[in-house]
């Protein structure tokens, strides 16, 4: 019988000694651009687990963004988004500022149960960059008005040897003999410089083939970032130096008055 006491006691202890289950740290995932145009807005989609909110407790989040020039940011510091749930998921929409920089959005999640509470920090950088403007001017060479007119903006870059889709926009008519113009706002972070190739196509009826009897058509041009410069440039550099250089020899040609 004490044998039996004895092995429930050294059990007993052992059983305390056991911590229980810790529960899990919190986790945050944020889904969302982390390159925006200058005043763009765009949807956060933020998603919580773990920390004792996990047991049937609560979670709150609090989130603003915080950069040199927050002019027309949203959230800021000022007006902190803030928002309490038992279901960890939130969707947030957020305007960067109108200044092309570097933002940080932060994120700060809260998991609490009863007198338990643990949190997770999170700062994600979004870049804010102003946009390539790509525009073209759309003829419409047939005798009756064209609606819906679909333009696509393709580019190829410095360094690439094939033309990429950017993006694509939409004309709503075109009269007889009349032009239109189309533009859409190309956001790259961090342009390669040199000679981009810009191609613009208007395919009316999406069926891969460019027919130019019903209206169809396809345009290519360059243009520059960074150091480069179009052949204007280079006319007007070369003026510049020809009238130089024919002031300086009229100068030199001129007689001298004697004294």
Known sequence: MKRVVLAFLIMSS???????????DVIVD????????????????????????????????????VADNL???????????????????????????????TVTFVVNVTSSLENETDFKLVKTKIR??????????IFNPLEYELKGVPVDFYVRKPSETEDR?????????????KSEYASFDWI?????????TLTV??????????DENAGDSVAISHFYVGGGVNYITWILVALIIALALLAAMWLISKPKRRP
């Open 14 to 24: 052992l059983l305390v000694l056991v911590p229980s289950a810790a529960s899990q």
């Open 30 to 65: 944020i889904e969302g651009p982390r390159i925006m145009p200058i005043g763009g807005k765009a949807q956060f989609n933020i998603t919580a687990a773990g920390g004792p909110g996990e047991q049937g407790g609560n979670y709150n989040i609090t989130a603003f963004l």
């Open 71 to 101: 002019t027309g940011a949203d959230p800021s510091p000022g007006n902190v988004f803030v928002s309490p749930s038992t279901e960890p998921h939130w969707e947030i929409n957020v305007t960067v500022p109108y200044a092309a920089q």
């Open 128 to 137: 804010v960059v102003g946009p390539i403007v790509l525009s073209a001017e």
């Open 165 to 177: 889709l950017v993006g694509s926009s939409t004309i709503e008519s075109i009269a007889p003999g």
């Open 188 to 196: 790259i972070a961090d342009p390669e410089e040199g000679q981009y």
């Open 201 to 210: 196509v208007v395919d009316l009826d999406r069926d891969g083939t460019i």
